[in-house]
């Protein structure tokens, strides 16, 4: 080989061979493909019997699902059957029940309809008869000179008028108390008054619950409704007791107490709880001055909680905390809020807040706070315990500790005036029994019940009822202390000008010492 006429020394014969040896030997590879032809024909029987097994596996699975298809279709079928008989099956049923039903009914139907015509018929022959008699009698009465089955002339007999039934009921307790003769000591353990205290409460509410007879029955007397009421606030009886004293219904009871109450609030509250006027409030303040010696006090203010059942909205308003731990058991109430004078009457109370709310609270939302914003309060002092704050017009005692003995003396004073206002909620209670427990009363219905008994016991106290030691009832103090929040420093300074007068004119309390 040469390149330029040059020939390439450095490769022998047997490179060229080996790099061209289609070009120079043709044959060589038509041998090479023979030689690889055989061997493939060698390795085909050992390949072929791999392939015929691979075939023979699926051929196994493909039998085996369509067996699988088989057999789920033929389950299909039975469940197709079964649901078909169990379809007709229930049809059959159905129908039979409802084919018995209906005969029932046809039959049900025929029997009534037979007692509807016989009662027809007996009611037209009653009728008839009725007719027959009453022309007979018509007949009879126009002969002149003719008389009854009673032996009276026809001309004297009354038409006879239709009442409406009414149970007959007993009614002798309340016919004996209500005789004048009557022990009066009995009289006043039933009614917690005397007769005099109580013709003049019936006296004032005559006017107010009086009603009239009418053709089917006769009005209820007023004394026996006041009698109802006052009974039941007294005794705290439940009404099916009360009902069976006064031979009256249940309900009867009820509405009279609800009727009699609402008009002791409408009729008496204004003459004998109301808010003293000017000359009445400078009588209040000398008293208080005479025995305590703290001037311009114009009353003693408290709180107490009225028990109640669970109500059915806003339950946890009404939760009292004091009340349950003390009674170890879940306690519900509402707050009666009253300011009283020298002599324990009330001259204002604030009813119907829920027991979960502190004095504090509960006198923000009175209206005798909102008489001491418009300003009527100047120059008056209302004493109160240390659940209330101090104020312009609120006096409380100190609640710090280390006091001074003016402080002391103070504190001693101020607890003697709250004393007059808690000792009148014992009177309260004590008195009217229905305050003592749980009532019965609606929650919307009891402000006017206990208006009511706050009425009534201004009247006993101004009528000098007295009241026996049995009556008596001891009232926890319910108070929850706050902190001496102070609305000005003018409060501050004219609490400490009361302590220090009260000590140095020799009046301040001593039992600290």
Not at 9 to 29: C, G, R, V
Not at 38 to 44: A, G, I, S
Not at 325 to 336: A, C, D, H, L
Request: one cysteine or more; a neutral charge; charged letters at 25%.
């Amino acid at each position: 080989m040469e390149i330029d006429g040059t020939p390439l020394s450095f490769l022998t014969q047997e490179d060229y061979n080996y790099l061209f040896p289609n070009i120079i030997n043709p044959n060589n590879n038509k041998k090479r493909t023979r030689q690889d032809d055989e061997q493939h024909n060698e390795e085909l029987p050992q390949q072929y019997p791999q392939k015929k097994s691979n075939n023979n596996n699926i051929k196994e699975i493909i039998a085996s699902l369509i067996l699988l298809e088989q057999e789920e279709e033929e389950e299909q079928k039975n469940q197709l059957f079964d649901r078909e008989q169990h379809k007709n099956m229930f049809n059959s049923n159905f129908n039979n029940q409802t084919q018995t039903m209906n005969n029932y009914m046809e039959q049900l139907q025929n029997h009534y309809s037979q007692i509807d015509q016989f009662h027809h018929t007996s009611t037209k022959k009653a009728r008839l008869n009725a007719v027959a008699t009453a022309s007979s009698i018509v007949s009879n009465s126009l002969q002149p000179g003719s008389t009854n089955q009673t032996g009276l002339e026809t001309g004297s007999v009354q038409p006879h008028q239709r009442r409406l039934w009414v149970k007959d009921r007993s009614k002798d307790w309340w016919e004996n108390c209500n005789r004048s003769n009557f022990p009066e000591k009995e009289f006043r353990q039933c009614f917690r008054m005397s007769k005099s205290t109580f013709n003049m409460i019936c006296n004032e509410l005559d006017s107010s619950i009086t009603k009239k007879n009418t053709t089917l029955r006769d009005a209820i007397p007023v004394r026996q409704r006041v009698a109802v009421c006052i009974y039941r606030l007294a005794t705290g009886e439940p009404l099916r007791l009360v009902s069976k004293k006064f031979g009256l219904g249940i309900s009867t009871c009820h509405k009279l107490v609800l009727e009699v109450c609402s008009a002791i609030k409408t009729v008496l509250m204004e003459k004998y709880l109301c808010w003293p006027d000017e000359e009445t409030m400078k009588k209040t303040k000398e008293d208080f001055e005479g025995i305590f010696g703290i001037p311009n006090v114009g009353g003693a203010m408290y709180t107490t909680h009225i028990p109640i059942i669970a109500p059915k909205v806003n339950v946890a308003m009404y939760y009292n905390k004091k009340h349950t731990e003390r009674n170890q058991k879940t306690s519900y109430s509402i707050t009666v809020q009253g300011v009283v004078n020298s002599k324990g009457v009330f001259t204002d109370v604030c009813i119907g807040w829920p027991g979960s709310m502190g004095d504090n609270r509960v006198l923000e939302k009175s209206a005798l706070y909102e008489r001491a914003k418009r300003g009527n309060l100047k120059n008056i002092w209302i004493v109160g315990n240390s659940g209330y704050p101090l104020m312009d017009w609120v006096l409380v005692p100190y609640k710090h500790k280390n006091l001074t003995w003016t402080q002391h003396g103070f504190n001693e004073r101020i607890e003697e005036i709250e004393k007059i206002g808690k000792d009148a909620f014992g009177r309260l209670k004590g008195r009217w029994g229905c305050l003592q427990k749980r009532t019965e009363i609606k929650l919307q219905d009891l402000p006017i019940v206990l208006g009511a008994c706050c009425v009534l016991h201004n009247i006993c106290e101004i009528m000098n009822e007295e009241i026996d030691d049995e009556w008596r009832f001891e009232v926890f103090d319910d108070e929850m202390v706050v902190e001496d929040d102070v609305c000005s420093l003018d409060c501050l300074h004219d609490r400490d000008q009361i302590a220090h007068y009260l000590l140095h004119h020799g009046r301040a309390g001593t039992g600290f010492l």
